[in-house]
């Protein structure tokens, strides 16, 4: 069975708009994914969430508030 890989999530606010991104704990590699309005933070985040787990990844979180 293949190892399972961490891949977190990372939303940091800023305003009305919010920055995503995704960090790789094992590479220490972080991969800006772009920034979106905050009212579509449901959607954007639960599709890309559903996508890694759908890859057999497990998923965390981190949110941040303000310039990362």
Not at 31 to 42: F, M, Q, W
Request: aromatic share 8%.
């Amino acid at each position: 069975m293949p190892k399972q890989l961490e891949c977190r999530i990372v939303i940091t606010y800023e305003g009305d708009k919010f920055a995503l991104g995704m960090y790789d704990p094992l590479s220490m590699r972080y991969e800006p994914l772009g920034r979106h309005p905050v009212t579509s933070i449901k959607k954007v985040v639960g599709d890309l969430k559903m996508r890694m787990e759908r890859e057999r990844h497990r998923v965390t979180f981190s949110e941040v508030k303000g310039p990362r």
